[in-house]
């Protein structure tokens, strides 16, 4: 039990406290503490009866069952690596913005799911998160099951098929993909590639709730050259459960 413990410290501060909630609710679902129901996100519930508890129980919720099991462990373990490399790569030192990036595609999630009757919100920010660190590590060579390797751009596509074919929904995934990228234009693409304004700036508020820090665990992957200002430069390849990353050139 203590190295669980100790492994569950080592977590990343913003990253283990949403790993646990989305261990946590899907538990009191699947036990019937609360029925789930009220985990949903229905919008005649949240706009019309007022239950504003909707959107963020649907973030963290996922009804666990025989069919879905599988489905649901394979993304709690994209969100514990993927929002781990970012929170300790290029937001490393950083974690209002990285608090910041999560609320900017959250938010937009919820109002795609009350415009699309989305009842689930799980899996569309989990992609998100995966989405960004894929753009922030695009010539990072990676490796899925049987051996197959490529570029990490294409894996946020690779695993909208992955999750479709072990039940997933490939709106969920797409609508993940399409936040995440409309975060990534707008915060690096447009202002440092093609000489934009910044539209996006993590208010003042979380700098005082989450202060920038120095030093911590350098990061997987290295972003864009022209985005080396905006994110710590990346040492190494991020290894996973499905293989090992390697800069383009490694043999």
């Excluded at 100790?6 to 646990?20: E, G, H, K, M, V």
């Excluded at 120095?214 to 710590?232: I, K, L, N």
């Amino acid at each position: 039990m203590s190295d669980l413990g100790d492994w569950f410290r080592s977590i990343p501060l913003i990253t283990r406290y949403w790993f646990a909630g989305s261990i946590a609710v899907p538990l009191v679902g699947k036990l019937g503490l609360v029925s789930p129901v009220y985990l949903f996100l229905w919008p005649d519930a949240f706009i019309n009866r007022f239950q504003i508890w909707r959107p963020i129980t649907a973030t963290f919720f996922f009804p666990v069952g025989p069919g879905t099991g599988f489905l649901y462990l394979v993304n709690l373990y994209f969100l514990y690596q993927y929002s781990s490399r970012l929170e300790t790569g290029a937001f490393d030192g950083r974690p209002a913005d990285y608090m910041f990036m999560l609320l900017f595609n959250w938010i937009c999630i919820v109002i795609t799911g009350l415009a699309m009757d989305m009842q689930l919100l799980m899996i569309p920010l989990i992609m998100s998160v995966l989405y960004v660190w894929a753009q922030l590590n695009r010539d990072m060579i990676v490796s899925f099951w049987f051996g197959t390797r490529f570029k990490a751009c294409y894996l946020p596509w690779v695993i909208l098929g992955f999750n479709y074919i072990i039940g997933g929904s490939v709106i969920n995934e797409l609508i993940g993909n399409l936040v995440g990228h409309l975060y990534f234009f707008l915060m690096f693409k447009y202002p440092m590639d093609l000489g934009g304004r910044n539209f996006l700036s993590t208010p003042q508020f979380l700098y005082r709730w989450l202060p920038n820090r120095r030093g911590g665990v350098s990061g997987f992957g290295v972003p864009p050259a022209s985005m080396r200002r905006a994110a710590e430069d990346q040492q190494g390849g991020g290894r996973h459960n499905w293989g090992q990353g390697f800069r383009l050139g490694d043999q």
